[in-house]
């Protein structure tokens, strides 16, 4: 194992998979292991120890793997029906209100994360469609080019993922 474990890296997200897909319409990294990568259409895990990217690209080749991503795009993601509430931004944390805030520059993955987050926020908010993000980050690009955008990932796989199993109730 030359060079020891590789970390996940967000490049990857934009890169292509063998089906035409982009990474990132499936994959991010696994929130409980940063040498590990996860497909939230197949809900696995995808261990990047070695050889990451094509541990991840190889994952997309896996007769389940299709077979999930098949399932998912016949099924109906239309609208989500969010109950607003106003008290559910605020409460999330907790614990460190009163101290100083210090504003410091995101890093930028950080960035990519708060922008993924925000359009999450904005779907659910109000009710866009979840087809709707497909050709997003095309778009994004276009018109905002810079570096945010350019890593910047989004689908109508990942919204769902993003909404009910990151700002969701768990
Ligand atoms: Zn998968």
């Keep these: 194992m030359p060079g020891g474990k590789t970390k996940f890296n967000r490049s990857w997200l934009v890169k292509l998979d063998n089906n035409g897909n982009s990474i990132g319409d499936w994959c991010v990294q696994d929130s409980s292991n940063e040498f590990a990568a996860y497909c939230f259409v197949c809900s696995k895990s995808i261990s990047c120890a070695n050889n990451c990217l094509y541990q991840v690209i190889n994952h997309a080749d896996g007769a389940k793997h299709k077979q999930c991503i098949k399932e998912k795009k016949t099924q109906k993601l239309l609208f989500v029906a969010k109950p607003t509430s106003s008290t559910s931004t605020s409460t999330q944390g907790g614990g460190d209100v009163g101290k100083s805030v210090y504003l410091q ?10 922008a993924e987050a925000l359009w999450a926020l ?42 009910f199993d990151g700002i969701g109730p768990s």
């Design 122 to 163: 904005n779907v659910a908010a109000t009710g866009m469609s979840y087809t709707s993000c497909d050709g997003l980050p095309v778009l994004f690009r276009a018109m905002f080019p810079g570096q945010v955008s350019a890593d910047f990932t989004m689908s109508k796989f990942k919204i769902s993922y993003l909404i």
């Design 105 to 114: 520059p995101l890093a930028h993955t950080e960035q990519v994360a708060k």
